[in-house]
Structure formats: C-alpha cells, structure tokens
C-alpha cells in the first residue's frame, strides 16, 4: 500500500470503491448509498466533500460524452524539434478547440486532443494548425473504442 | 468544451438536457436531494430532473453518474499511453481483450501513419509508477505473443495545456496533477 491511500479511512476507501460504479437517479442517492456502506447520509455527504477538496475524488456527478450529443475529438500528434518546442506549443495552446495538450518522451513529442462542436471542423482546426506551426500534423481519430472503465480498487 | 456543449444539437428536450449539462459542470450538488436541487435551480420538477438523466443515460449522452477518482492523488503515479501494431484482421479481438485488463482504461483503434507511426492500437496504461507500468504493458506483449508486431509505451513528461474538459468522453481525464496521463 501506498503512502496516498494509507492516509484514507476503510470509509473514504469504500467509499470511492463504491461510488466509481455510480450513484442512482432516485430522491435521496446519497441515503441509498450510506445504507450500502454502511453509513448514514450526513456522513456520507461530509467526507465525498472531504475527498473533493482533498483532490482524492476529481470529480462527483454525470459524465457526458460529447459525441453523442454531436460534438467530435481527435487525438493529434506532432513530431517537434526540440529547438522549437515551447514556440510550437505556444501556438498550438493558442487554439481554443485543442482541450488537452501532453509532452511525451517520443519522437512524436506533443500531442493535443481537439474538441469541436461539429465533427466537421476537425479537418480545418488541423490543418490551420499545420498552417501555423508548418508541422507535419497527424491525425489519430478513434476507429473504435473498447471502453471499459478503469476501476481504481483503493 | 462549454463551446462546443452549447453548440451541440442533437440533444432532445434540447432545452432541459443543455441546462442540466452547464448545471452539472461542476458535478451533481453534494446535498441529500440532489435532484431536486437541480430542479429547483432550474424551475422544473425533480421527476423531470431524474426523468431527463435516465433518458440521457439509455442514449448514452451521459455515460453514467458516478465518484471519478484522481488516479494521481490516489498514487496511481505511473500512466503509460501504450501503443500496439497489430494485423488488422486481429485488431478487434485483441482490443476486446486489452481494453478488459483491470490496469487499462481506455483502449482504442485508430489509424497507423505509415511509415513513421505502425501502431494502431492505443491502450491507457495505469499503475503505481513507471516500473509497474513497464511490467504491465510486457504482460500485454507476452498474453499477445505473436498477434504483436512491435509496440511501444510513452509516458506524458509534461502537461502543456488542460483545460476544462468535464463533459468529456473520457471517464478519468481531470486529475489535476502535474505529470498527467
């Protein structure tokens, strides 16, 4: 075990076991939940804000997937020369569409995920940030997805 | 995103479904009736809340509600982006069985770049530090044996940019940590 999760309760652990599999649409999900865990509501509440502000929990709530509500990603990659590459992220941090953005210890060293409305506009964010950069960009959009969320057992 | 959000149309009872969306941005309210607080906020009932959640949880716009945790904070310091050149006539199987591993979350075809880029399968690769993910990814290569042709791991060394991406196809994509995925 390490040093992060001995600094959690077996509470706080099962309750993020827990709560990664979801949290029911009814009228009082967090009683539902403390009953499972053996707890009580007020509780419940008081330490997902604790792990919240603790930064253990990132996020409690829906997760939406843009695509099916018409939006579209790519995962792009450029090959930068180390000589430009805090210029080159600079321009490519410049556009809005680009959500993410990663150094990694590759020849292909950056790589940036484009979010847009319209599936459409990929194609024009990538190639003005070809315009841009005057960098190969290419394009890495998913083909399929096997999706199967990662469970952190803690 | 919220751009994209708001510009996004194929939503039904469009109006309700894009409120609740900016309204959850920040996560569903940590009250004992969350719904009804979401209602209350937006002047409906608390059965038009839930009804709305669970119409956009069988179209899939929400991919489930639930506690996302921050793999970093947790120690889950080592997070690989592996990468597989696979036949492509093996590709699917071998994604169906890659993408179930309990230390790979999301798992993906996308298209080779020849010649620079033979890989066209990327696997997420999490573990405590680079050392389990190394051991991690060559389990992968040895359950593939010959179904591989090369693969390869990169590790983020930095994050660049990372802005507000909640609403997001991605289930484990804010830790706000330094290294990054």
């Not at chain 1, 604790?50 to 939006?71: D, F, H």
């Not at chain 2, 607080?37 to 489930?64: C, P, W």
């Not at chain 2, 992968?140 to 997001?168: C, H, N, P, Q, W």
Request: charge should be neutral; glycine fraction near 6%.
């Amino acid at each position: 075990m390490n040093a992060a999760l001995q600094e959690l309760s077996l509470l706080d652990r099962a309750i993020i076991n827990r709560l990664q599999d979801g949290i029911p649409v009814c009228e009082a999900p967090y009683a539902e939940l403390a009953g499972e865990l053996g707890t009580d509501e007020t509780t419940l509440l008081r330490r997902l804000q604790a792990l919240k502000t603790a930064g253990y929990l990132s996020r409690i709530g829906p997760m939406y997937n843009v695509e099916r509500m018409g939006g579209a990603f790519t995962l792009a990659a450029l090959q930068v020369p180390d000589a430009r590459f805090d210029e080159v992220a600079g321009i490519v941090n410049v556009f809005p569409e680009v959500a993410h953005n990663y150094r990694r210890d590759h020849a292909f060293n950056m790589w940036f995920v484009v979010a847009v409305a319209e599936a459409t506009d990929i194609a024009s964010v990538l190639s003005r940030i070809k315009a841009a950069t005057g960098l190969e960009v290419y394009n890495f959009p998913k083909q399929e997805e096997f999706y199967l969320r990662l469970k952190f057992d803690v | 995103m919220s751009e994209a959000l708001a510009k996004a149309t194929s939503l039904n009872n469009g109006d309700l479904e894009r409120r609740l969306i900016e309204l959850t941005q920040a996560g569903l309210p940590l009250v004992p009736h969350p719904y009804h607080a979401l209602a209350d906020q937006l002047g409906v009932t608390a059965d038009e809340v839930m009804a709305t959640f669970r119409a956009m949880q069988a179209r899939g716009v929400v991919r489930r509600i639930a506690a996302v945790p921050n793999h970093y904070r947790l120690g889950f310091r080592g997070n690989g982006m592996s990468v597989w050149d696979i036949p492509d006539a093996l590709v699917r199987e071998v994604g169906r069985e890659v993408g179930a591993l309990d230390f790979v979350s999301h798992c993906y075809i996308r298209p080779r770049a020849l010649p620079d880029w033979p890989y066209n399968l990327f696997a997420m690769v999490h573990g405590r530090n680079r050392d389990a993910v190394h051991e991690q990814v060559a389990q992968i290569a040895g359950m593939l044996g010959e179904r591989v042709r090369s693969y390869d791991v990169l590790f983020s060394t930095e994050v660049l940019k990372k802005t507000g991406f909640r609403a997001s196809a991605h289930s484990v994509s804010t830790p706000p940590n330094p290294k990054g995925e």
